[in-house]
């Protein structure tokens, strides 16, 4: 059990405890704060807030965070969003790769990253982490001539990054998580409901390193089977990604 980070009419912290068992493993889960029912509640009652980069403009924290989100979420999302960037945020991009799993044929796997140099990364992914077998799916911002065969190692022509790299993977990461717990064998997500496919994070063979960005899903039935990266991840980064290209 945790104590609850909320605040009281008293100006004290609460006492109430919430159990950090049942709670979603986000990246960086342990820097993460953990409400009540009522300070969840709370924090989810106001609709809209006060933009960063135009203090007179009121945004609507639903054109950004679906609802399908659990609770704690969307009030983490929340927080985020009204938090101004770090100092030492830099300009980036955020990536997707998808990771081979012959042993769970019925899952897949795809690591989202932020990073200054996409040829880079991919490169290093390949040389360090080889036996997931990485394959660039796409990254965030793409410019609208790219192509899919500029995916392909060292053939990757960027263009201009995002202002707040560190931000949008903190964002992107929170929801990918949420849905990577509740999305169910079909794609869609039930709040709370648990019926994702998420793995217990282990030491990657390869670096030794537990990579907690790595989000593992149902492979969609059907016609959808293999469009889990277009249904599931991108959207969630795009419409991220546009918060904070235009808004911070």
Same mark, same amino acid.
């Given at each position: ?23 979603? /493993? ?32 009121? #945004? ?35 990536? @997707? ?29 390949? !040389?360090?982490?080889?036996? @997931? ?25 960027? @263009? ?10 903190? /964002?992107?990461? %929170? ?32 670096? @030794?390193?537990? !990579?907690?960005? #790595? ?9 959808? $089977?293999? /469009?889990?990266?277009? #249904?599931?991840? %991108? ?9 904070? $290209?235009?808004?911070?």
């Amino acid at each position: 059990m945790v104590r609850c980070n909320g605040m009281t009419h008293r100006d004290r912290r609460c006492k109430r405890n919430v159990d950090a068992k049942k709670a979603i /493993l986000y990246p960086r889960s342990a820097s993460l704060a953990h409400y009540c029912r009522d300070h969840l509640s709370a924090g989810l009652k106001n609709p809209t807030f006060c933009c960063l980069k135009y203090r007179n403009r009121v #945004i609507e924290y639903n054109d950004y965070i679906s609802t399908n989100l659990e609770d704690r979420t969307q009030v983490l999302l929340r927080e985020r969003m009204r938090t101004p960037p770090h100092s030492s945020d830099t300009t980036g991009y955020i990536y @997707g790769l998808r990771l081979e799993d012959p042993a769970h044929p019925d899952l897949v796997h795809f690591k989202v990253g932020r990073t200054n140099s996409m040829n880079r990364r991919t490169a290093e992914h390949l !040389h360090n982490c080889p036996s @997931g077998r990485p394959v660039l799916l796409g990254y965030y911002p793409r410019p609208p001539n790219a192509t899919d065969a500029e995916l392909s190692l060292a053939r990757i022509k960027p @263009g201009r990054k995002v202002p707040f790299a560190r931000m949008l993977e903190e /964002l992107v990461h %929170l929801q990918l998580a949420d849905v990577a717990a509740n999305a169910d064998p079909s794609g869609v997500v039930v709040p709370g409901q648990r019926l994702g496919a998420n793995q217990a994070r282990r030491p990657c063979i390869d670096c @030794g390193h537990v !990579h907690d960005e #790595i989000f593992t899903f149902h492979q969609l039935p059907g016609a959808l $089977c293999g /469009l889990e990266w277009e #249904i599931l991840v %991108l959207p969630v980064i795009e419409t991220l990604g546009k918060y904070v $290209c235009e808004l911070v």
